[in-house]
């Protein structure tokens, strides 16, 4: 199956007139969006719209985004914005909306740029038009094209359960189990920062806690998003999330089998743990009886003394 490649329209003015002319930019870029049937909107930061003109004018100053990227002059960028000291993410947000507003307008624009959509340098996230070679049980074996390059590879599938015509128990153990996810985040959230403090005041023999079935879900899923999306970890709480409510039971079940074995594990070693300190007690209870006996003995010699002198 043959996917109809995507192209760059043509330009309406030079880079040198929507550099000079405001207006004259922002019409142009709406036109762009509008031909490649992409979104538009002016984004808001610190309650004003952002001031796109200026961001393209001054990144297109330095050679291209990705030689600003290269160069390490995004600094340079901001500092044409005057932000406010509490806005902290700002080159974060700038080159976000850059790339999703300007990086391709910026190729037509800037770099005269004509044919199919070139993908911006490192490792973001953007579309790819290709075919499909062939089918398997679990995907499709694809081929795509980014920019001059042709690459070959494999889909892979996510199976997700269809809905059926499911019994009100059923819907409530349903409602019941995202209760219960619901719950395991609030738990995580609300003790996570009690355990820190806890935790190095905590005996060292003392067993470690055992682990539901979503947080072993969240460390799995973590990592590979990790090694996947090195640059969206701020993202990673809300995406673990989203892919353990969309889980059929059977694949649940996998992630509850790790937690119950994880909570017989601490159980039995917070049993050894207890019989431990009975074990310790007694050796300790006789130190306790002995400081008692000497202190009665003190203070009878002291009446003893005094009964003397008094005498």
């Given at each position: ?21 405001r207006?004259?930019?922002v ?28 961001l ?52 037509v624009y ?7 959509l ?17 089918k ?20 892979y ?63 799995e899923?973590?990592?590979?998003l ?9 993202e ?76």
């Amino acid at each position: 199956m043959e996917v109809q490649e995507k192209l760059y329209p043509a330009p309406l003015h030079s880079h040198e007139e929507v550099a000079r002319d405001r207006v004259g930019f922002v019409e142009s870029l709406r036109r762009f969006h509008s031909s490649m049937g992409t979104k538009f909107m002016v984004p808001v930061i610190g309650g004003k719209e952002l001031d796109l003109h200026l961001l393209y004018v001054e990144v297109t100053q330095r050679g291209g985004l990705a030689k600003v990227i290269e160069e390490k002059r995004w600094r340079e960028v901001i500092a044409a914005f005057k932000f406010p000291p509490t806005t902290t993410s700002a080159s974060f947000v700038l080159r976000r909306y850059y790339l999703s507003l300007l990086h391709h307008y910026e190729q037509v624009y800037y770099f005269r740029i004509q044919g199919p959509l070139v993908p911006p340098a490192g490792p973001y996230n953007f579309t790819v038009t290709g075919s499909i070679d062939g089918k398997f049980e679990y995907g499709y074996m694809v081929t795509v094209k980014i920019g001059a390059e042709t690459l070959r590879g494999v889909l892979y599938r996510v199976q997700q359960e269809q809905p059926s015509a499911a019994s009100s128990s059923s819907l409530a153990a349903a409602a019941a189990a995202e209760t219960s996810h619901a719950a395991d985040v609030a738990a995580v959230t609300r003790t996570r920062r009690r355990r820190r403090r806890g935790w190095r005041r905590r005996d060292p023999a003392h067993p470690k806690p055992n682990r539901s079935a979503y947080n072993f879900f969240f460390a799995e899923t973590h990592s590979k998003l990790k090694a996947l999306h090195p640059h969206r970890e701020r993202e990673f709480s809300k995406m673990i999330g989203e892919s353990w409510s969309k889980l059929s039971e059977e694949e649940r079940t996998v992630y509850r089998d790790y937690g119950l074995k994880d909570k017989e594990r601490y159980k039995r070693e917070m049993q050894e743990y207890k019989e431990g300190l009975k074990l310790a007690q007694p050796k300790e209870a006789v130190v306790a009886m002995a400081e008692p006996s000497s202190e009665v003995v003190t203070e009878e010699v002291k009446e003893s003394a005094d009964g003397q002198i008094n005498m």
